[in-house]
């Protein structure tokens, strides 16, 4: 079992940047691929970037290409998004993800924990 809980998000002007972190719980992060995926108002959940156990692959969704990427510490049992030249379009409610197998990351339904979520709103 993996509890996730996300920090960070927040109210930024288009433009800005924002940190995401997500703490997870248990002894074997490094075990679980993880991922990011956010929901807008009005929308269904989209896949916006993944990261191997080993934080060697990432795999980042077409529409945040050159303005997010991933990182992970496993020491610490975080992972982060680093979201730069956010955009009104960027706001929504990110969750963090793990899953047990690499493969399709943008597939939600692979994903076993998911967190809560954390708001992030940009402003024009």
């Known amino acids: 079992q993996v509890q996730l809980v996300e920090s960070g998000g927040g109210l930024v002007q288009a433009g800005g940047s924002l940190r995401l972190s997500c703490a997870a719980s248990g002894r074997t992060f490094s075990t679980y691929h993880m991922g990011w995926f956010r929901q807008a108002p009005g929308k269904e959940r989209e896949f916006v970037v993944a990261?191997?156990?080993?934080?060697?692959?990432?795999y980042l969704g077409d529409s945040m290409k050159g303005r997010f990427t991933i990182s992970r510490d496993n020491a610490k049992n975080t992972v982060y998004l680093q979201m730069n030249s956010l955009k009104p379009e960027d706001t929504a409610v990110y969750y963090c993800a793990a899953r047990y197998f690499s493969g399709r990351y943008y597939i939600q339904s692979e994903y076993a924990y998911w967190g809560q979520g954390t708001q992030v709103t940009v402003s024009s």
């Open positions: 990261i191997s156990g080993n934080g060697v692959t990432t």
